[in-house]
Structure formats: structure tokens, C-alpha cells
């Protein structure tokens, strides 16, 4: 078996990874970063956009002032002190000068505007990646240039470890086994939303209504081997629930433009009970949205009567959809705050039915057969609805006037499904500040670190809202793993 040897292992060449990795570096360690797949990278590169920051420089000369107390301050009321006060301030903290050392290196950002539509009113946050990836080789170029090793197609199979010190882990390299020599490994490959298994374990909800656009990589292979280490686990189950997207549930690349725009608006929305349950505008809030939808067993249906769909078929309609600003931000454009009209949307409705996504009956009483809803329940929620139209006030869930447009009254009646959403898991092992694994007597478990989505603390259930968060956790919390390595070698 091969033996190779180094200092530090870091496993995961996502956004944490190479913050660790580059960061101990840095610091006159020697690094091995290990990535199972054969591109690094990982969501952080080919899902991330850009990551939050509280005080940088970028926002000083924007005259933005919104502090890392004022984040901090927000973070902890967000997650109501169930999280780890002590980690979130070194996250925070850290946040402005990543934006530097990110531009040093070679990875330049830009602060935009907020990228959902109401976030507006909030102070800019979000550090959007100036030609990502070319900026991330270039993070990868001067990590070899220190010295640092990066093997693809690599997977730690398990550590030896013996009264507190690492001697060898063994990895699997281009399908042969090798042990690597070394004294601290970092873990940060991802969380486990690859896992089926470990997702069925901790998902609150039937899997079949979860939509994954996590990495499929991440399969809690570093979670797993500290579990067995009595690494606290207590923090695990947590998704990132994010919006909600109509599937099909045939074709897991199947994608329709007009459906994927009204699945954006707030038309009525029902449960699976035939009920209204939310104000259908917190589609402009993709955590909240996100976190609506799990909570109600992971779909819901949007649902449109024939008028609204003639409607839409010829006219502008001056709603925003709510990825609107996301896109135009990327591309630097204006913003429109409009839709359609969309001329083919019976066309689309129909590929949305033969894709098992919607269904479509003459009357509510077939739509109450069709889905399984209770008759009287649905004829009574769309009756509420009706009255809410038509007064123009939403006494219910107080929808903004300017969504009390359509009315549901007139067959045929499209029930369209949207899934729940989730960008990866965000609940890992229990760690400290400088992200070093901790046992389930909170104790330090000597020499191991878990950065990113590896890492359980800076959450409690959910996702939050402020902008960029959790690309700013994975690439804070492996600089300060990746540095604190370094400097206790």
C-alpha cells in the first residue's frame, strides 16, 4: 500500500476545504486536500453565487453600515440563542477579511444588492464571485505553489486513531487504498444530502417530496467516521430548505420555463388538506418559502382556474417573479418587475400533467377526488379566497392587496405541485469557535475539525435569511480550521 505523508489532511475541495486548506498553507503547513469527485470546487463554486460579509471594505466605501455586531445581533435573534453564540461571532468576525484574502488570492467579489426581492430594505450583504472560476483556479494555483497537494478521485475510507493522535488515514486514490501519515485532519466534504440512507434517518417528511439540489458527493463520509469517534452528533437533521420546485416525477431534468415562473408568484396556494395556510407572498423569501413548505409535509398546489389562465395567456402581468432579482443580479440587469404574457401556458400546463406534476378537472369536486382532499374543505377554502378577492383584504394571512388579483370560480381548475427544496444538510457535528470536533461531553476531541456543512452550531432549524450565509460559513469556518491546524502543529 502506498504511504504518503504530510501534516494535514483536508478532506472536501468544496469552498471550507480550500479555505482550509489554502489558509494552513499559508501558515508553513504541509496539506493534502483529498476531493472524491475528479473537479474541486464543490457547491461552492458550481452552486454558489457569492458569500455574506458584515464590515468589509467593499461596504465601507458603499457607506453601508451594518456591522458584524449588527449581524451577529440578527443571527442569534433569527435562531433564537439555540445555537452556538461563541462560533457565530468567529464566523461573523471573520467575514470581512475573507472578502480581502478571497481578492489576494486571486478570487475577487463585488457587492451588489440583496438578490431576493424583499430583502431590499436590508443593508447589502451579498459578495457576489467576479469570474468564479477562473478566481477559484487561481485559489487552487497558489495552493500549490505553497506546497499543498490535491488528489481527485480521492476518498477517506477511515482514520487510526489512538489516545488522542492521528497516525495514518487510509484513503481510496484512483480505486487503489493508501494510508497517509499525519498529525490533524480536517473534515469538511459536505454534510450527507447524497446519503439516502442518513437523509431518511433525520428528514421529518416522505423523502418523495424532497427535491435535492445539494451535492450528490456529500454522502456524510466525514460525519460517519467521527461519529464513530463519539463526535456529538445531537446537531444533525438540519436541511437547508430553499423555495420550492415543481418536479416531474419521471425526468429528474425535466424543466419548463412558464411553469418554473408561476411556481415564483403568489397565486393560491393549498395543503395537503385542501386549506389555505400561508400568505402566498413569502415566495419572495426562498428560507421562509423553503421552510413553509417543509413544515406542511413537503408540498403544497398552486392552483389556477381557466379565466386566470386566459389571462396570462395574452397579458403583462406586473408581478415580480421571485428569482427575478437573482438573475438580473448575476447578469447585471435591470430589473423588469414583471411576467408574461405567457401565449403557450395551456401547452405548458399540459407538459406539467404528462410529467405527473399537475393535474387538471373540469370541476372542485374532481380536483377533491383527484388529490385526495376532503370536497367540503376545498369548496369552503375557495370560497374564503373568493370573498378575500373580492373585499380586497386578506383577514386570513394578510396578503398584499397587489396579489388579490384572481379569483379561483371557473373550470377547467390546473393543480400544479411544488416540492420541497433543499440545498444540501446544514446540521453536523457538534464543534467549538476554532471548529475543532467536540465529544458528546463537549469536550475537544484532539486534532480533528469539522468546517461547512460538516459543522452543526451556527444554525438551530433553519436556513436563515440573511443573504450568502451559508457560502460565508463553509469559507470562514475552514480559514479558522485551516489556521488553527497550522499554528498547533
Known amino acids: ?174 480505486d487503489a487504498k493508501q494510508q497517509i501519515d499525519c498529525s490533524k485532519v480536517i473534515f469538511a466534504d459536505g454534510g450527507f444530502v447524497g446519503n439516502h440512507k442518513m437523509v431518511d434517518s433525520y428528514l421529518t417528511i416522505d423523502r418523495d417530496y424532497l427535491y435535492s439540489m445539494g451535492e450528490r458527493k456529500a454522502t456524510g463520509d466525514g460525519i460517519q467516521i467521527l461519529a464513530q469517534l463519539n463526535a456529538d452528533t445531537s446537531g444533525l437533521g438540519v436541511f437547508e430548505n430553499h423555495a420550492a420546485s415543481v418536479v416531474s416525477k ?60 386566459d389571462y396570462l395567456k395574452t397579458h403583462r402581468l406586473d408581478w415580480t417573479d421571485s428569482f427575478e432579482r437573482t438573475f438580473k443580479t448575476l447578469s447585471h440587469q435591470d430589473m423588469t418587475h414583471t411576467v408574461g404574457p405567457f401565449p403557450t401556458i395551456e401547452k405548458d400546463l399540459q407538459d406539467a400533467i404528462n410529467e405527473g406534476a399537475a393535474v387538471k378537472e373540469q370541476t372542485l369536486a374532481q380536483i377533491a377526488n383527484t388529490l385526495n382532499f376532503d370536497y367540503n374543505t376545498i369548496q369552503q377554502t375557495v370560497l374564503e379566497y373568493n370573498q378575500i ?27 400544479v405541485q411544488a416540492q420541497s427544496t433543499t440545498l444540501g444538510t446544514i446540521g453536523g457535528i457538534a464543534v467549538d469557535e476554532a471548529l475543532h470536533v467536540l465529544d458528546k ?8 475539525y469539522a468546517t461547512g456543512n460538516n459543522a452543526s452550531g451556527m444554525y438551530d432549524t433553519s436556513y436563515p435569511t440573511l443573504e450568502g450565509i451559508s457560502c460565508a460559513f463553509a469559507w470562514n469556518s475552514g480559514r479558522i480550521a485551516g489556521e488553527d491546524a497550522a499554528k498547533s502543529l
Not at 457587492?111 to 483556479?137: A, S
Not at 393560491?268 to 413544515?295: H, P
Request: hydrophobic share 40%.
Open 1 to 174: 500500500m502506498k504511504q504518503l505523508k504530510t501534516d494535514i489532511v483536508v478532506v472536501g475541495a468544496g469552498a471550507s476545504g480550500i479555505g482550509a486548506a489554502l489558509s494552513a498553507a499559508e501558515n508553513n503547513a504541509r496539506v493534502i486536500l483529498l476531493e472524491k469527485g475528479n473537479k474541486f470546487g464543490g457547491a461552492g463554486m458550481f452552486g454558489a453565487q457569492g458569500l455574506f460579509a458584515a464590515g468589509s471594505r467593499l461596504q465601507k466605501a458603499s457607506h453601508i453600515n451594518y456591522s458584524p455586531k449588527d449581524a451577529y445581533v440578527e443571527m442569534v435573534n433569527y435562531t433564537h440563542y439555540r445555537s452556538n453564540t461563541r462560533l457565530t461571532k468567529a464566523i461573523i468576525d471573520k467575514s470581512a477579511d475573507t472578502i480581502d484574502w478571497l481578492a489576494k488570492n486571486g478570487l475577487q467579489t463585488e457587492l451588489v444588492n440583496n438578490t431576493q426581492e424583499v430583502h431590499q430594505n436590508h443593508p447589502r450583504v451579498y459578495h457576489q464571485y467576479i469570474d468564479k472560476f477562473n478566481g477559484f483556479q487561481r485559489l487552487m494555483n497558489h495552493f500549490a505553489s505553497l506546497g499543498g497537494q490535491l488528489l481527485t478521485d480521492a476518498s477517506i475510507n477511515s482514520i487510526d486513531y489512538v489516545d488522542g493522535n492521528i497516525m495514518h488515514v487510509t484513503i481510496t486514490h484512483n
Open 250 to 309: 419521471t425526468d429528474p431534468k425535466w424543466h419548463n420555463d412558464t411553469i418554473f415562473t408561476l411556481t415564483n408568484l403568489p397565486f393560491l396556494w393549498l395543503n395537503r388538506r385542501g386549506q389555505r395556510f400561508v400568505n402566498e407572498d413569502i415566495v419572495y423569501d426562498f428560507a421562509l418559502w423553503g421552510n413553509i413548505t417543509y413544515t406542511n409535509g413537503g408540498y403544497y398546489y398552486f392552483i389556477l382556474d381557466q379565466p386566470t389562465i
Open 389 to 415: 378577492i373580492n373585499s380586497g383584504f386578506d383577514s386570513d394571512f394578510n396578503k398584499s392587496e397587489e396579489f388579490l388579483q384572481f379569483p379561483v370560480s371557473q373550470g377547467p381548475f390546473y393543480a
Open 441 to 448: 461531553n463537549g469536550q475537544i476531541i484532539p486534532n480533528l
